[in-house]
């Protein structure tokens, strides 16, 4: 089942915007990632978050964790066209031997 | 950064036939392996787990005789689709683990699997 659920599913933006798309799940975890998918393609790592963290930040990378709340965010600033690629969150349960879990994802495309 | 290989990048076959998809870890040890399925802009599901020299672990409802993995080397885990279906087709994905204690996973491309 579904770990985590994204929202929203699709973001349409303009070059320069910021993009922010939310991520919730429902267990403990050890850790929350994000992940970036070019149509077609294989995931690529961008960043992780553990749960004793709250905002972590990787070039025009912006992740929070609320762990009350079983919530993160993924904000892209300044976003840029090759930016245009489907997000996923993926969780890391406490018990489930390094297992990801992934959210539905967000669909960003970002137009010049 | 990690490499990891999958091949084919994409395969056409014929309903009843087996595939065989492969996923090397290049420049590194991968003790752990894991495969996904993705269908057409959804989200990865992960069918199983497989680790080096141990037998796979599988997710509840994806059927061990019809997905056959085999982890036999640290660099090398092959999915084996058996008498493929077109309900088969669809979009898979190995990931690996650089070593244990590491959380962050490294994908391969994908394999694009269409059953006729």
């Known amino acids: 089942s579904q770990q985590g659920e994204e929202d929203p599913q699709a973001l349409s933006i303009q070059e320069g915007e910021n993009a922010t798309m939310n991520c919730s799940y429902k267990?403990?975890?050890?850790?929350l990632q994000w992940y970036r998918q070019n149509s077609g393609r294989g995931l690529v790592h961008l960043i992780l978050?553990?749960?004793?963290?709250r905002e972590k930040h990787s070039g025009r990378l912006r992740v929070t964790l609320d762990t009350s709340k079983k919530s993160s965010s993924l904000l892209i600033t300044a976003s840029r066209a090759a930016d245009t690629a489907s997000y996923f969150c993926?969780?890391?349960?406490?018990?489930?031997?390094?297992?990801?879990?992934f959210g539905a994802g967000t669909q960003v495309v970002v137009t010049p | 950064g990690a490499v990891v290989s999958q091949h084919p990048s994409w395969v056409i076959c014929k309903s009843g036939t087996s595939v065989k998809i492969e996923c090397r870890s290049l420049?590194?040890?991968?003790?752990?392996m894991f495969w996904y399925r993705q269908f057409p802009k959804q989200s990865l599901m992960l069918m199983a787990t497989?680790?080096?020299?141990?037998?796979?672990?599988?997710e509840q409802g994806v059927e061990k005789d019809k997905f056959l993995i085999n982890h036999a080397s640290l660099t090398l885990s092959t999915l084996t689709v058996t008498s493929a279906h077109p309900e088969d087709s669809s979009f898979y994905i190995c990931?690996?683990?650089?070593?244990?204690?590491?959380?962050?996973?490294?994908f391969g491309s994908g394999t694009q699997l269409s059953v006729l």
């Open positions: 990931s690996a683990r650089r070593q244990p204690g590491t959380e962050k996973l490294f």
């Open positions: 267990t403990s975890i050890n850790n």
């Open positions: 978050i553990r749960s004793n963290e």
């Open positions: 993926a969780t890391v349960l406490t018990d489930s031997w390094g297992k990801l879990q």
């Open positions: 420049d590194f040890q991968a003790t752990t």
């Open positions: 497989s680790n080096e020299g141990s037998k796979a672990t599988y």
